[in-house]
């Protein structure tokens, strides 16, 4: 089993420090990776980003994060990315990473991902160039998560993104804003590959369990909807991939509660 603790959208400053602290000292004995979704900070500063360095820094766990759109608010991300990546975090944006757990290769393929809606409600390329703007992003996104994927020599393989993959996991956000929380087209990048687990953050008012078309589990982990300094999802090395829906989409992986 490769465990994982996931968390998204902390949206640390200085009046967060140490809300999460007390319970990431034990994180070595309950996880074996944690994966941050991105919404790190509040407005995307240098002093935000070095209070995530302080309070998810030098863990006794490798930690793997992507940016939100919080963290790209003052337009600061390269200077925040730096300063996570000098606390020891390490910050995906389009790439892969692996990690040996014990006898298994762990992959992580990151990227922020963006809006654009899910299939049937979907912003499309017509019309004017800002538009078209809009949905080259996304697709640009989905096209390096499947790259990255794809790239990605791993036994139990985890796509990690800030926007959601999948309509599942905003149950309880208004109808009006899903093409702003996230894009089918991420789903589809997930489903292109071996991939076990796919988690996100950005819907704070979602809910956490979803499933992509392929079958691939979907957990939205922002904090507002965990509700804990962590969730951690045991996947099963020995059975990596998707399982059919059909067989239920909890197989193979639990959630164990850690309360801040
Ligand atoms: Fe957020
Ligand atoms: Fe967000």
Partial sequence: MIRVAAVGDVHMDVDVLGR???????????????????????????????????????????VVAVLGNHDYHSDQQREVTKVLAAGGITV?????????????????????????????????????PEIKDFVRTTERAATRLQAALLSLDADVLVALTHYAPVPDTLLGEPLEIYPFLGSYL???????????????????????????PGGVRVRNVAHPVIRQAYSVYQLDAAAPGRTPVSQGAGRGIDSLSHDV
């Avoid at 762990?106 to 499309?124: D, M, N, Q």
């Avoid at 071996?194 to 809910?207: D, S």
């Fill in 92 to 128: 995906l944006e389009g790439e892969g990473i692996t990690i040996s757990c014990r006898d298994v290769k762990f992959g992580v393929a990151g990227i922020k991902g963006f809006g654009g809606g899910f299939a049937g409600r979907c912003a499309s390329m017509f019309g004017e």
């Fill in 20 to 62: 999460y602290r007390p319970s990431l000292e034990q994180l070595g004995e309950r996880a074996d990776v944690l994966l941050l979704a991105g919404d790190l900070t509040r407005h995307g500063t240098v002093n935000e980003a070095e209070c995530v360095a302080r309070e998810f820094g030098d863990l006794p766990v490798p």
């Fill in 186 to 212: 991420l789903g589809q990048a997930i489903d292109s590959a071996p991939t076990a687990l796919a988690v996100h953050g950005h819907a704070h008012a979602g809910v956490e369990r979803g499933v992509t």
